[in-house]
């Protein structure tokens, strides 16, 4: 069970686009469409943005999608706001009723 | 309104146990799985168990096999972690969350907001 690896960090500039990696194995995010984004502002409780690899649940905004590329998944924001500015974290099933969080990453707004 | 309400935490000596209480209410409780996520202080997100609707599968992680078990009463709309042999490394903030559907195999919608576990002597 080794966390997914995400970059520690991206910035971009309001209205542009970023898109933010997670990389597992072919044990977690290459074998299953499981994989969700939960967005956290401090001192908050984190939320839900994309669900199985790129379906947004109700009242997220379409600017968020997500997509899977072998062990690879990554969530693209464009149109980027002042709002967006948070920690996202990747998970992803890992078999055997055992999910993997990404390390995390922070998302800056300039 | 989905709401789910975390408490029983607090500061424990390394050794020592703890049980951790979700409260849930504004959904059908006993049509979803439940999941516990910590987060120790300054640091990321780390999924620690998950049980599905039935308590009929359930998950741990690593870090915390063998001693921590995670339990529900659907007549309660209630979901529990007991904490045994607590270590230093389990100190975190933990967040009970709502799966999507009946099966553990599903992310999570709504989250709590978190009960504080402080294990030092």
């Known amino acids: 069970q080794s966390a997914l690896t995400q970059p520690a960090s991206v910035s971009g500039s309001p209205g542009q686009s970023i898109t933010i990696s997670c990389t597992g194995t072919?044990?977690?995010?290459?074998?299953?469409?499981?994989v969700s984004w939960y967005q956290q502002h401090p001192g908050k409780a984190p939320k839900l943005m994309i669900y199985?690899?790129?379906k947004r649940p109700s009242g997220v905004s379409n600017r968020f999608s997500g997509s899977k590329s072998g062990n690879t998944a990554s969530l693209t924001i464009s149109g980027l706001q002042a709002e967006d500015e948070a920690d996202y974290y990747c998970?992803?099933?890992?078999?055997?009723?055992?999910?993997?969080f990404g390390g995390g990453t922070k998302l800056t707004v300039l | 309104e989905v709401q789910l309400v975390e408490s029983g935490g607090g500061l424990v000596q390394p050794g020592r146990s703890l049980r951790l209480s979700c409260a849930a209410s504004?959904?059908?409780?006993?049509?979803?799985?439940m999941h516990w996520v910590r987060q120790a202080p300054g640091k990321g997100l780390e999924w620690v168990s998950g049980?599905?609707?039935?308590?009929?599968?359930?998950g741990y992680a690593d870090s915390v096999k063998g001693r921590f078990t995670i339990s529900r009463d659907n007549a309660k709309n209630s979901l529990y972690l007991q904490m045994n042999s607590l270590r230093a490394e389990d100190t975190a903030l933990y967040y009970c969350?709502?799966?999507?559907?009946?099966?553990?195999?599903?992310?999570?919608?709504?989250w709590g907001q978190g009960t504080l576990v402080t294990v030092s002597s």
């Open positions: 998970c992803s099933y890992a078999g055997s009723s055992i999910w993997v």
């Open positions: 969350a709502k799966g999507r559907k009946s099966s553990v195999v599903t992310s999570f919608d709504y």
């Open positions: 504004g959904f059908t409780f006993d049509d979803y799985a």
């Open positions: 049980i599905s609707w039935n308590s009929g599968s359930i």
């Open positions: 199985e690899v790129s």
């Open positions: 072919s044990s977690d995010v290459g074998s299953y469409n499981l």
